[in-house]
């Protein structure tokens, strides 16, 4: 199975319901509204005037909201119809930022640029199925002691949902909608590996980048899984057996060689 193509198809149909989703709203960040949540903000830090690569950017609304706080942006993301849509975006907002549509793996392959910041958020790593190869495309595309920032849904959610917390050989396929409030049942075949957190952490250190804060959240900003219910400035908890299962984890490193 070519499952760059297969997940490059439901991201391309994602991405038209996405856009007229309440979950996005990109009327709001038209008008001016950040992307952005507190989390990557106090992680990530002053951006103004530094070079930012967001790598798996879907539609650009971070990285739009990135250049916004004064940094020079470049996203890259599979799905030709999220680059399409940045790419109108940053032109109806008079923005300049560069958008590439390309499977992350090529992008390490062939991009012989380096940045100051390398960002990534929300949902990246489980479509990849070889994490050492994600890492190495992270500390080339960094300049020597620049800095490395994910952002990552916590994988409990997942093994409390009946998916596999560790990695494996072959990956998970199924039939699923998305996790916005307007997909109306519609389903589309996807591919995902499951990663532990010692994978995610190793991969990075093994591509040079020595990690400087690791962090863990009970909190998502997003109420996109099943049983997640709100909590008053804070975000989105899940309760197991009455103890909140971490939802979020961030990971700050920077390139060493």
């Not at 790419?87 to 300049?96: E, R, Y």
């Not at 910041?117 to 300049?143: E, H, Q």
């Not at 909590?231 to 299962?245: D, I, N």
């Amino acid at each position: 199975m070519d499952y760059v193509a297969v997940n490059k198809e439901a991201w391309d149909r994602r991405t038209q319901v996405h856009v007229q989703s309440e979950f996005y709203d990109v009327d709001g960040f038209l008008k001016g509204k950040s992307s952005l949540n507190e989390i990557e903000l106090n992680e990530v830090g002053q951006v103004k005037g530094k070079s930012l690569l967001h790598l798996q950017c879907h539609f650009g609304l971070d990285t739009l909201s990135w250049a916004r706080l004064g940094a020079h942006v470049t996203g890259v993301d599979f799905s030709t119809e999220a680059i399409e849509q940045a790419n109108s975006m940053a032109v109806k907002l008079g923005i300049n930022a560069e958008f590439f549509c390309d499977d992350i793996y090529h992008f390490g392959v062939s991009n012989t640029r380096q940045f100051d910041i390398v960002y990534t958020s929300y949902g990246v790593l489980y479509w990849l199925p070889d994490l050492d190869r994600w890492a190495a495309t992270v500390a080339d595309a960094l300049k020597p002691g620049g800095q490395f920032n994910l952002v990552e849904f916590h994988a409990c959610n997942d093994f409390l949902s009946g998916i596999s917390y560790f990695p494996a050989n072959t990956p998970d396929i199924e039939e699923a909608g998305t996790y916005t409030e307007n997909c109306s049942g519609e389903k589309s075949t996807l591919v995902t590996w499951p990663h532990s957190l010692s994978e995610v952490i190793n991969a990075l250190i093994k591509a040079g980048i020595d990690i400087e804060s690791f962090n863990e959240s009970p909190f998502s900003p997003y109420n996109c899984f099943e049983g997640l219910e709100h909590v008053k400035g804070k975000g989105y908890q899940m309760l197991s057996k009455g103890h909140q299962v971490p939802l979020v984890y961030s990971i700050k490193g920077r390139k060493n060689r």
